[in-house]
């Protein structure tokens, strides 16, 4: 038995020392692979972080559709139940219109997006011959598809930039200027203008710098000429961004105005001419709302946190909303607005909440519950090129948004 055991034994043994070499020398050959490793390692460790345009488009897009696979009229009708319901359903009747009628443009649909729209380098043009844009030294411009061409004419006449991050979830504002030492003027604008050419060259700022904002720029779904009051896309970060800058003395609430560039058929104009003679026939069928609409609008009752624009620019013609009839601005941000859902998807929001808890010595009130609305899902290759471009459209309508009431409504 010994015998047999020890036979075992050695020839075990005599195994591992054939095997042996071939082991160590395949480790051997190794290691110059991991010495390169460990080096490269090293030097990335060494050398100054770069911006990652393939990693920042990636999370971009990702973030974009993440929540949105589709946009049918039962999700519409559920987020029509937790948020004011006379927006979704001008939303939903001016999305639809933009892109039956082939005047939406990339990206599209245009559903749950602020809408780009044939003739949006025209209206951006006409928005820049106003003495306001003139004479502005620091314009805030949205960050979406149809302001593009805003930003370009802003860094492209020696002004300053400010645009924030998408949704503001990776950060809060950057500044461009063109033919500075840090965008040297050989840069391409146009380079510039993208998301992504905004984290690339922008110079980020915090919550506590000093700057003064003369002019803001936002996109809108639709406006009342009357009233001032916008329709955005539902998330409310053009508000969100007002409030912020307002509280920080960044912006004076009182004096600073608001424009919005959109598509003449985006603009109300009484029911005369479609998307609009549609929804006011619904409209007047379906009766008086208790949410601030009448017979003559489909605009019902802004709540403390909207932002009602100053100035319509369309490819045809710019329209000033009338003083005696214009919406007053908020300032400063209304927390108990503001969803634990929402502060949670922004973190320079929680630190701003902080920090005025921390300088008033008490809490800051929370608002409501809310479900947050699906954002859009992006169509690389878009849908057709043709549709017509912006129609000349009267100052008519006899938009009302008065009303201040309590709640989100987005």
């Known amino acids: 038995m010994m015998h047999h055991q020890l036979t075992v034994a050695l020839a075990a043994a005599a195994a591992v020392i054939f095997l042996l070499p071939i082991t160590s020398s395949a480790f051997t050959a190794s290691l110059p692979r991991s010495r390169s490793r460990l080096s490269s390692r090293l030097a990335d460790a060494s050398s100054p972080p770069s911006f990652d345009e393939k990693a920042f488009e990636t999370d971009r897009l990702a973030k974009d559709a993440q929540a949105m696979n589709e946009m049918s009229e039962v999700a519409t009708q559920e987020f029509a139940k937790l948020r004011t319901p006379w927006k979704w359903r001008i939303r939903k009747c001016v999305w639809d219109y933009l892109e039956e009628k082939n005047i939406a443009q990339f990206p599209r649909p245009v559903h749950h997006r602020i809408p780009n729209f044939m003739g949006a380098d025209e209206a951006a043009e006409n ?17 979406d598809t149809p302001q593009r061409r805003v930003r370009h004419l802003v860094l492209e006449n020696d002004k300053t930039l400010l645009t ?3 949704r503001l979830r990776t950060g809060f504002f950057q500044t461009l200027k063109h033919g500075t030492d840090a965008i040297p003027s050989h840069t391409p604008i146009e380079s510039l203008t993208s ?14 710098e000093k700057y003064t904002v003369d002019l803001v720029v936002v996109g809108s779904t639709a406006v009342c000429p009357k009233t001032g009051a916008r329709v955005g896309k539902g998330e409310g970060f053009a508000e969100l961004e007002w409030g912020i800058l307002s509280q920080q003395g960044n912006l004076d609430a009182s004096k600073v105005l608001v424009v919005t560039t959109v598509h003449d058929s985006q603009v109300f104009d009484g029911g005369v001419e479609e998307p609009w003679k549609s929804l006011m026939e619904q409209h007047e069928k379906d009766g008086v709302d208790d949410d601030g609409t009448n017979s003559q609008t489909p605009f019902g009752s802004l709540t403390q946190h909207d932002v009602p624009v100053d100035i319509i620019v369309t490819p045809t013609q710019i329209i000033r909303v009338p003083d005696e009839t214009k919406l007053p601005k908020p300032s400063g941000v209304y927390w108990d607005l503001l969803s634990p859902q929402k502060l949670a998807q922004i973190r320079v929001l929680q630190e701003l909440k902080k920090r005025t808890e921390e300088n008033l010595g008490e809490s800051l009130p929370s608002g409501p519950d809310e479900v947050l609305p699906p954002t859009a899902s992006r169509n690389r290759k878009g849908r ?6 912006g129609r000349g459209r009267g100052r008519g309508g006899r938009g009302r948004g008065s009303g201040r009431g309590r709640g989100r409504s987005v």
């Open 195 to 208: 998301s992504k050419g905004a984290a690339k060259y922008g110079t980020p700022i915090t919550l506590y």
């Open 127 to 143: 928005l820049a011959s106003l003495p306001e844009f003139q004479a502005a030294n620091m314009v805030k411009v949205n960050p």
């Open 164 to 166: 924030p991050q998408p």
């Open 384 to 389: 057709g090129g043709g549709g017509r471009g």
